[in-house]
């Protein structure tokens, strides 16, 4: 078993109270599942957020996380939430958070919030996920059809292989490889082993030398931002230097339009007083010069979206020196793994042990949706193809650098018009 499965299987079985020479559990039959639909978020709000607390999932699939998508961005593309509780007798097994969205003139289902979540997935009971029969996702997919009729094919997007060390039954359902991979790092004990395990000291002691010259240009403080009203402007703030940045790398950008912003600005309020949520600042004389947004799993930290001003400090790494700062925090909380999500971005592989795949998984059920979904299959293998050859992504990424310089020029301003407006709405 690899490291930090064994380490997330370990700390299940402390949960769970199971030894390591238990007895196999009876599987379980999809028969056994009585299906509930509820097409609105509040409807599942008390029993989502009472069920999360202990479910096999990821941060993204909280309650929180989906009412602010779902408030902020959930109507772009005609998206009506399609929540699947999956009761065994009185006691809830897995939820199921699907959408039905409008999609290249068909209606696909889809993990709700699938936009913008790194990983997606469903919340599962953790002893039901060790109990299912290998058919699982298939069978619930098969009593969807039939509950719900109207659905042209199922578009399942950026699926962890697993949830708590365990197999995600969604992600091997005739799936593809997503676009790039996921990557993570073990934890050590203390800094100094970690640190040394995956950089040499030279390189340590220029890291050192610069945290000491950026300090020289004012009071340097690492934070995590509580403040509801901060925290809201500074997400803002994190998203604009993203976006610039992205675009002058000639990269894709997720969080461009108004309703990615309006979605993280949300989520970033409402989950101030969230420990699994958090927002980490270098701050130079009170000003946030580089920002990060993190994601606590257990005991695993995803690191989601960060970015650093450019100007003077930016000469001195401060995106690089907060990521050793929040390293140095999630090995005081005892924290085990350390997950940089998916995308496959060079600075990722100094620190990593491990990739993982993310999986797509695509089920046409009619004419329409074998169309639609063939065309969204040739779209995800050519993004892939393009990523895995240096010339043609060096190609992409200049023809993709000069339209942001284009729509830059055509509407100049707008961004900070936009910016501007949010942080004071």
Same mark, same amino acid.
């Given at each position: /078993?690899?490291?930090?499965?064994?380490v997330t299987?370990k700390?299940?079985?402390?949960?769970a109270?199971?030894?390591?020479?238990?007895?196999p559990l009876r599987p379980l039959?999809?028969?056994? !599942?009585?299906l509930?639909?509820?097409?609105?978020l509040?409807d599942a709000?008390?029993?989502?957020?009472?069920?999360?607390e202990?479910?096999a999932c990821?941060?993204?699939?909280s309650y929180?996380? /989906?009412?602010?998508? &779902?408030?902020?961005?959930?109507?772009?593309?005609?998206?009506?939430?399609?929540?699947?509780?999956?009761?065994r007798?009185d006691?809830l097994? !897995?939820?199921?958070p699907?959408?039905?969205?409008?999609?290249?003139? =068909?209606r696909r289902?889809?993990?709700?919030g699938?936009?913008?979540?790194?990983?997606n997935?469903?919340l599962?009971d953790?002893?039901?996920? +060790?109990?299912?029969?290998?058919?699982f996702?298939a069978a619930?997919?098969?009593?969807?059809?039939?509950?719900?009729p109207?659905?042209?094919?199922m578009?399942?997007?950026?699926?962890?292989?697993?949830?708590?060390?365990?197999?995600?039954p969604?992600?091997?359902f005739r799936?593809?490889?997503?676009?790039? +991979?996921?990557?993570s790092?073990?934890?050590s004990?203390?800094?100094q082993?970690f640190s040394?395990a995956?950089r040499?000291?030279r390189?340590? #002691?220029?890291?050192?030398?610069?945290?000491?010259k950026l300090?020289?240009?004012g009071?340097?403080?690492?934070?995590?931002?509580?403040?509801?009203?901060e925290? #809201? &402007?500074? /997400?803002? +703030?994190?998203?604009a230097?993203?976006?610039?940045q992205?675009? =002058?790398?000639?990269?894709?950008?997720? !969080?461009?339009?108004?309703?990615? #912003?309006?979605?993280?600005?949300?989520?970033a309020?409402?989950t101030?007083?969230?420990?699994?949520?958090r927002l980490?600042?270098l701050k130079?004389?009170?000003?946030?010069?580089?920002?990060?947004f993190?994601?606590?799993?257990h005991? +695993?930290?995803?690191y989601?979206?960060?970015?650093?001003?450019?100007g003077?400090?930016?000469r001195y790494s401060?995106?690089?020196?907060?990521?050793v700062?929040i390293?140095?925090?999630?090995?005081?909380?005892?924290?085990?793994?350390?997950?940089?999500s998916?995308?496959?971005?060079?600075?990722k592989a100094?620190?990593?042990?491990?990739?993982?795949a993310?999986l797509v998984?695509?089920?046409?059920f009619?004419?329409r949706g074998?169309?639609?979904?063939g065309l969204?299959r040739?779209e995800?293998?050519?993004?892939r193809?393009?990523?895995?050859?240096?010339?043609?992504r060096?190609? =992409?990424?200049r023809l993709?650098?000069s339209?942001?310089?284009?729509?830059?020029?055509?509407?100049?301003?707008?961004?900070?018009?936009?910016?501007?407006?949010f942080?004071?709405?």
């Amino acid at each position: /078993m690899d490291l930090d499965l064994a380490v997330t299987e370990k700390s299940y079985q402390a949960e769970a109270g199971i030894g390591v020479f238990a007895a196999p559990l009876r599987p379980l039959t999809t028969a056994e !599942f009585e299906l509930r639909i509820l097409n609105d978020l509040a409807d599942a709000r008390e029993t989502w957020l009472a069920f999360e607390e202990g479910a096999a999932c990821t941060p993204f699939q909280s309650y929180q996380w /989906m009412h602010a998508w &779902q408030f902020a961005a959930g109507g772009r593309n005609a998206v009506s939430p399609l929540v699947v509780l999956g009761y065994r007798g009185d006691r809830l097994a !897995f939820i199921l958070p699907f959408a039905v969205e409008q999609w290249r003139g =068909a209606r696909r289902l889809v993990w709700l919030g699938h936009e913008l979540a790194d990983y997606n997935g469903p919340l599962f009971d953790l002893d039901t996920l +060790r109990r299912l029969p290998a058919d699982f996702a298939a069978a619930i997919v098969g009593r969807l059809r039939n509950l719900v009729p109207g659905i042209d094919y199922m578009y399942l997007a950026k699926q962890p292989e697993s949830l708590r060390g365990l197999p995600n039954p969604f992600a091997g359902f005739r799936s593809v490889p997503f676009t790039c +991979r996921a990557h993570s790092a073990v934890l050590s004990d203390n800094w100094q082993d970690f640190s040394l395990a995956h950089r040499s000291v030279r390189s340590l #002691r220029r890291l050192g030398e610069k945290e000491r010259k950026l300090a020289r240009l004012g009071e340097l403080a690492f934070q995590a931002v509580s403040s509801p009203i901060e925290r #809201r &402007q500074l /997400m803002l +703030r994190l998203v604009a230097w993203k976006v610039a940045q992205l675009e =002058a790398r000639g990269e894709r950008v997720a !969080f461009a339009d108004a309703a990615a #912003r309006r979605f993280l600005r949300e989520l970033a309020r409402v989950t101030s007083d969230d420990p699994r949520y958090r927002l980490y600042a270098l701050k130079l004389d009170g000003r946030a010069v580089a920002l990060a947004f993190c994601l606590v799993d257990h005991a +695993r930290l995803i690191y989601y979206l960060c970015a650093y001003e450019e100007g003077r400090a930016a000469r001195y790494s401060p995106g690089l020196l907060l990521l050793v700062h929040i390293f140095k925090q999630a090995i005081g909380e005892g924290l085990e793994v350390f997950d940089f999500s998916n995308g496959d971005e060079n600075y990722k592989a100094q620190w990593i042990d491990r990739s993982d795949a993310i999986l797509v998984s695509f089920v046409p059920f009619t004419l329409r949706g074998r169309l639609a979904a063939g065309l969204d299959r040739i779209e995800l293998e050519a993004v892939r193809r393009v990523k895995r050859h240096p010339r043609l992504r060096a190609v =992409a990424n200049r023809l993709l650098k000069s339209w942001w310089d284009f729509k830059r020029g055509f509407a100049a301003g707008s961004q900070a018009g936009d910016l501007e407006r949010f942080e004071n709405s």
